[in-house]
């Protein structure tokens, strides 16, 4: 017999008035409002969350992804018992443990000791069972110094550290994170993120509410849209992330213009840049698109994995060389790097007018993390000339894979500035003695 799903949220909705709570309203007057309150008042109201409904088997990780202001967050309260939804229903079978808030539970005038022994009671353990885990709260928050100081006087990492070893040390059956992992250096999101894997090992069901796509990504299995209080997407992390980012992002994998049957069939996609940017006297860009290993158009790439730019286009005649170019940017516009046709099978020279077909591949290990733009180039080399640019033609979204170590970040906990993050090959050579012979020789990338 199946076992039931450890969360089931059924047409789940939560309505708060606006202005209801000003100043200088008596209490009696915000009752007298919320008593009378009719349907034609709608517009005093916002609906977080509105008919939403959802189950979660045990042991799944749940990425929750939405803007600010989408309804994450009052999901999780609700789920949490925090606040009560104002219609639907939530069935939670085993023992939450949910950090909302960097925090959330402590009281400042108390010390970090006594900040676990009351966020721990208040989630149903005994003082025996809390003096079972103390030692080893205290050693995954790397806070033996500062235990017995008031939390009034910690930094809002080190609230950080604290709640969320409190929170992964509770053995919760279900454990909610809402952008928490944001305060703290990547050090500890590591060992927060090996943590949480390590609970849902062991069938342990994970919702997680955040704005890094990496993240959720790489460590959750499925994930749930939610735009305006509702769900617009809940499906496999990749293709839901790959919507995501489609939408709020702008993310572009491909652009072209449609071609008459018969010419250049299958080489177009959808009309994304009107078709005078894409044309000029000696040729016309016919399409351009982001390519995974298998060939397919794709919106997100994993580090270590190939990323292929394919270039459609035409020339009309005539004796001038036209040879594509492409330009990478990251989001913040900086400049990754310029690459120009060098392709040794059919070097630059005259071209006879018809339709060309080039591909670009960019070795894996190569992009940073982040969104890249790719700027497009139909150019005459000697002497230099351009013909026809489209900048920004098309974009896509570069996440770490699920293993960072066999990407260039390897045991590294920091982030990696800059547009590049090439993976390179190291030797080391290994002696025992100051000036003697080498013991070990040791190749890695």
Known sequence: MPRPPALEVSRLSKRYRLGAEAHGVPAIGRWWRRRHATAADDSA?????????????????????????????????????????????????????????????????LSGRENVYLNAALHGLDRSEIDARYRDIVAFAELARFMEAPVKAYSSGMRMRLAFAVAAHLDP???????????????????????????????????????SMDAVTRFCDRCIWLESGQIRKDGPVEEVVTGYLRRVLGIRPAIGAAEPPGTTAGFATSVDVAREELECDVARIVCVKVLDENGSVASTVAVDRPIQIEIR???????????????????????????????????????????????????????????????????????????????????????????????????????????????????????????????ATERGG
Request: with cysteine; proline share 5%.
């Open 45 to 109: 109201f916002v609906w977080a969350l509105k008919d939403v409904s959802f189950h979660v088997a045990e042991g799944e990780r749940i990425g929750i992804i939405g803007r600010n202001g989408a309804g994450k967050s009052t999901l999780l309260k609700i789920l949490s018992r925090v606040t009560h939804p104002t219609c639907g229903r939530a069935v939670i079978r085993g023992r939450i443990a949910s950090l909302l808030e960097v925090g959330t539970g402590f009281n400042d005038d």
């Open 173 to 211: 059956d279900i454990l909610m994170l809402d952008e928490v992992l944001a305060v703290g250096d990547m050090s500890f999101q590591r060992k927060c993120l090996a943590r949480m894997n390590e609970l849902t090992s062991e069938g342990r069901t994970l919702l997680f509410v955040s704005h």
């Open 313 to 439: 286009y035409q020339i009309f005649g005539g004796d001038t060389a036209v040879d594509p170019a492409l330009h990478f940017r990251r989001e913040d516009r900086t400049l990754a790097f310029v690459v120009a046709y060098t392709d040794a099978v059919r070097p630059s020279g005259n071209r006879r007018a018809g339709h060309y077909r080039v591909v670009a591949t960019v070795p894996p290990n190569l992009l940073n993390v982040g969104v890249y733009s790719v700027g497009v180039a139909l150019e005459s080399p000697d002497p230099m000339h351009r013909h026809l640019v489209v900048d920004d033609a098309i974009s896509f979204h570069v996440h770490e894979p699920t293993d960072p170590t066999t990407t260039a970040r390897g045991r590294y906990g920091r982030e990696f500035p800059g547009p590049v993050r090439p993976r390179l090959e190291w030797e080391t050579e290994f002696s025992t003695a100051a000036c003697s012979t080498t013991v």
